[in-house]
């Protein structure tokens, strides 16, 4: 019976050390980052560089710069817990430069939608991951896409990922960093070219149960450049998963257009009806 209690002992720490490991390999981390040549024609160089800067530090450290940033919208979630760092050992790392579309309204493959295509990484080492983001993210940002497509990346991303790490994505989520003003391109809101494009990636999301959980929004204290004092230069944070795709049922498609994707975060100063989406910035 001693016997039985030293080995239960010494296999209880084991057994609780595999169990939060396996808590730590069940989120990973995304980044998106508006390339479109509106980024650099609303905001300073500085500006976008912080950004660059606040993106590794959220992922890295869990914090940000406060007197270049300042949080605008919470969820609960960050209400209870705070900003904490996503990055771990092992997690599972996508980034995209995302932009303009390679070949609006035909059918292609999915990672072949945008013109720059996103890349993804899984590495043990922090300084391997942040040359990681490096040299796979900011190396492509250029600035130079002509509009911008804002739903596809993150549905986008929640494709690929499933299809990455396949049965193991029932319980997988990803923290999904989002940099951009926010504003949708003319070109976008008319043709509907641009608006169907990845119709099945979001079709797919839906009926898979996944789901988008909007945990904070901060804006960078400065204005746009002159002439766009009111763009606002923003990075979002969404949890999106479960990441797993399983076979869909004739009336899949159906029950896409019953229910809505829309992302919903609560203010600090309470806004009636205000919704964290691209469409709070229409002008």
């Not at 939060?20 to 905001?43: C, K, P, T, W």
């Not at 430069?97 to 990672?111: D, T, V």
């Not at 796979?136 to 497509?149: A, C, E, H, M, P």
Request: charged fraction near 25%; charge should be positive; glycine fraction near 8%.
């Amino acid at each position: 019976m001693k016997k039985i209690l030293v080995a239960i002992l010494i296999l209880l720490p084991a057994i609780a050390l595999a169990g939060n490991r396996g808590a730590a390999q069940n989120e990973g981390v995304a980044i998106l980052f508006d390339n479109s040549g509106s980024m650099h024609q609303y905001f300073s160089k500085d500006m976008l560089d912080d950004a660059k800067n606040a993106i590794m530090d959220l992922v890295f450290k869990g914090d940000y710069d406060e007197k270049k940033w300042k949080m605008v919208a919470q969820g609960t979630e960050y209400r209870q817990q705070g900003i904490k760092r996503v990055w771990k050992p092992g997690a599972y790392m996508y980034v995209h430069a995302f932009g303009e579309l390679k070949s609006p309204g035909s059918i292609i493959p999915f990672h072949e939608y945008f013109k720059n295509s996103p890349d993804s990484g899984e590495y043990q080492n922090e300084a391997k991951s942040k040359q990681f983001i490096q040299r796979r993210l900011f190396n492509k940002i250029d600035y130079k896409d002509g509009f911008t497509v804002f739903d596809l990346p993150k549905f986008l991303c929640w494709h690929n990922v499933s299809t990455a790490i396949g049965s193991g994505g029932r319980n997988y989520f990803m923290n999904v960093f989002i940099v951009s003003d926010f504003v949708i391109d003319t070109q976008e809101r008319n043709d509907s070219a641009y608006t169907d494009v990845g119709k099945e990636v979001r079709i797919a999301f839906i009926n898979n149960g996944s789901g988008q959980t909007p945990l904070f929004e901060l804006e960078h204290r400065r204005q746009g450049k002159k002439g766009h004092e009111k763009r606002k230069l923003q990075i979002r944070l969404l949890r999106i998963g479960p990441h797993f795709i399983k076979k869909q049922t004739p009336n899949d498609e159906k029950k896409s257009e019953v229910h809505g994707t829309r992302d919903q975060i609560a203010l600090m100063s309470p806004r009636p009806g205000f919704k964290l989406s691209e469409e709070k910035n229409q002008e």
